[in-house]
């Protein structure tokens, strides 16, 4: 083969199909950077949020995908194309992409983005509109306490779908990459928007131990704690049983161990019996939000973030997906598991801290 005839990209082989490991058996005239890439560890250099999308092409061969490896500052994208052998290997070529890839993948999401908006318009936002529309034309024909009890449900219904649009115009922004980042101690963050969405309720907050000093949008972070306190002190409501009992049965929901006692309280005087137990503290790889409410059914975690997926009668189905895309426009990850005590866990990973770990003094303004 002469110079000219040479492939732009690297010839590589993949055992097995194996996503974490890559040989490169030519290096062509290629303009990717891969010399400090692990053959066994290939994974370990994918940007964390494209990991998935490269397993879920590598299991249904041929394989045609753009990614981000990241082996400098600056996370480069290529694109992987291969097929699979007969002894179950994937072979093919790594070849450059610029920017038209994230381009593309950006028109993607926003067709993605559009399709989610069609579905609540089409269905979830015509229900309570025909809830609204019935229950104005009785009210014309009725008078007095009746007439007034047909009006207070078309309010009803109007605040459903006020609630229906403002959580789809908030899934469609965060679906966005964060662009501005600043150092956020992430207590100051927990203890905002506990005061927005937890303080006003029967529900107890417990700050365990430290947390640390992240670069994130905080306005964006901020929505994502309020969307997951919401989300405890909803399912505890409908559990319909206090979670107080559950929580005695550890005072680390971290499992640390150190000396660091739990129980830093917004707001100061907590109930006596609260409704539901919410815990913010430090993961291996970031932070979780657990509490020890009735959780979430193994066979559903993987569901919880998709779009209208709800168990709550006056839920949208949004919020979850809200924090999920808040996570990946950090480039974040986000999972849902079971508590210490039985409850929900929400595990944010792939946070790096920026600073030294805040002392918990923190007082919100």
């Not at 963050?189 to 640390?212: K, M, N, S």
């Not at 006692?261 to 109930?271: I, L, N, V």
């Not at 998709?306 to 709550?312: K, L, N, S, V, Y």
Request: aromatic content about 4%; proline content about 6%.
């Amino acid at each position: 083969m002469t110079p000219t005839e040479r492939r732009p990209g690297i010839a590589y082989r993949r055992p097995d199909g194996d996503p974490s490991r890559l040989v490169i058996e030519a290096d062509g005239a290629a303009r990717i950077d891969v010399e400090e890439c692990p053959e066994s560890g290939w994974l370990d250099v994918v940007a964390d949020a494209d990991r998935d999308r490269l397993r879920d092409a590598l299991d249904e061969p041929p394989v045609d995908v753009a990614y981000r490896v990241v082996v400098t500052e600056e996370p480069q994208w290529v694109r992987e194309r291969g097929r699979e052998t007969g002894d179950g290997a994937v072979v093919g070529y790594l070849l450059p992409a610029d920017e038209r890839v994230e381009r593309r993948r950006e028109l993607e999401r926003q067709r993605e983005r559009l399709s989610e908006f069609a579905s609540v318009v089409s269905h979830d936002l015509r229900n309570p509109l025909s809830v609204a529309v019935g229950n104005l034309r009785l009210a014309r024909e009725l008078d007095g306490a009746a007439a007034t009890e047909r009006l207070d449900r078309v309010e009803d219904a109007l605040d459903r779908m006020d609630d229906l649009i403002a959580d789809v115009l908030a899934l469609a922004r965060n679906g966005q990459a964060v662009k501005e980042t600043e150092p956020t101690d992430l207590r100051m963050v927990v203890d905002r928007a506990w005061q927005t969405a937890g303080e006003a309720t029967a529900a107890e907050l417990v700050v365990d131990g430290p947390l640390p000093t992240v670069a994130c949008d905080s306005g964006r972070v901020r929505q994502a704690f309020e969307n997951l306190f919401r989300n405890a002190v909803e399912h505890a409501a409908t559990d319909g049983e206090s979670g107080s009992a559950g929580a005695e049965a550890t005072d680390d929901e971290s499992g640390r161990g150190d000396d660091i006692a739990p129980g830093t309280f917004r707001p100061d005087e907590s109930p006596d019996d609260p409704a539901v137990r919410v815990f913010v503290g430090r993961g291996d790889d970031g932070f979780y939000v657990a509490d020890d409410g009735p959780g979430i059914d193994p066979e559903l975690r993987d569901e919880v973030f998709e779009p209208g997926r709800t168990t709550a009668a006056d839920g949208t189905g949004f919020g979850l997906a809200i924090v999920e895309r808040i996570a990946e426009a950090h480039d974040w990850t986000v999972s849902a598991t079971e508590s210490r005590v039985g409850g929900a866990r929400f595990e944010f990973t792939g946070v790096e801290p920026v600073g030294p770990v805040a002392d918990g003094d923190t007082d919100p303004s």
